[in-house]
T-cell receptor
């Protein structure tokens, strides 16, 4: 079964704290991609990162970093020195090729609240 | 600017009425998708289309219908057969082949009373 689990429903931090959002996935496929999306209060999902199953290099983009570990089927997302603008719901997603199209399987999301 | 537009942002309907949600993209993407989001939950796929005049059911297609007459447009009709239509609806598009990321519109919040 293909599944994405985000065990943290809500996280609350104070500005400038570091915070890590966990994502664990299940798939039998050897080729797949993992994504993170941000959903601010406006509702639109914003694409953050795509990582393929063959590339386990960690990635850093400004205050954002991602740790992909195939051995534990995890793709965790860390925000360093959080800011109020980081407050949003964050979704981890797994994509598989199914019938020729890329099917996204979403986790339930983690709501992050960053307080001043 | 390239992107996806959905209208309207908020929609109110009486029970028993069909309602059509608009989705337009100018990203030149072949594939388009409709998702439903309920409070505190992830997104669930309703329908998807890989190419004009072709579309497939997703995981929760019952009570919904779509059409894909133009590459840019993928409207979703919520019919009276949908038992619990109140939700947030998101449209997305992607390049057709491979593991391309999907880009999302701003969503339509539908309330049926």
């Amino acid at each position: 079964a293909q599944k994405v689990t985000q065990a943290q429903t809500e996280i609350s931090v104070v500005e400038k704290e570091d915070v890590t959002l966990d994502c664990v996935y299940e798939t039998r496929d050897t080729t797949y991609y993992l994504f993170w999306y941000k959903q601010p209060p406006s509702g639109e999902l914003v694409f953050l990162i795509r990582r393929n199953s063959f590339d386990e290099q960690n990635e850093i983009s400004g205050r954002y970093s991602w740790n992909f570990q195939k051995s534990t089927s995890s793709f965790n997302f860390t925000i360093t020195a959080s800011q109020v603008v980081d407050s949003a719901v964050y979704f981890c997603a797994l994509t598989l090729l199914s019938g020729g199209y890329n099917k996204l399987i979403f986790g339930a999301g983690t709501r992050l609240a960053v307080h001043p | 600017d390239g992107g996806i537009t959905q209208s309207p942002k908020y929609l109110f309907r009486k029970e028993g009425q069909n309602v059509t949600l608009s989705c337009e993209q100018n990203l030149n993407h072949d594939a388009m998708y409709w998702y439903r989001q309920d409070p505190g939950q992830g997104l669930r796929l309703i329908y998807y289309s890989q190419i004009v005049n072709d579309f497939q059911k997703g995981d929760i297609a019952e009570g919904y219908s779509v059409s894909r007459e133009k590459k840019e447009s993928f409207p979703l009709t919520v019919t009276s057969a949908q038992k619990n239509p109140t939700a947030f609806y998101l449209c997305a598009s992607s390049a057709r082949t491979g593991f391309n990321e999907q880009y999302f519109g701003p969503g339509t919040r539908l309330t049926v009373t």
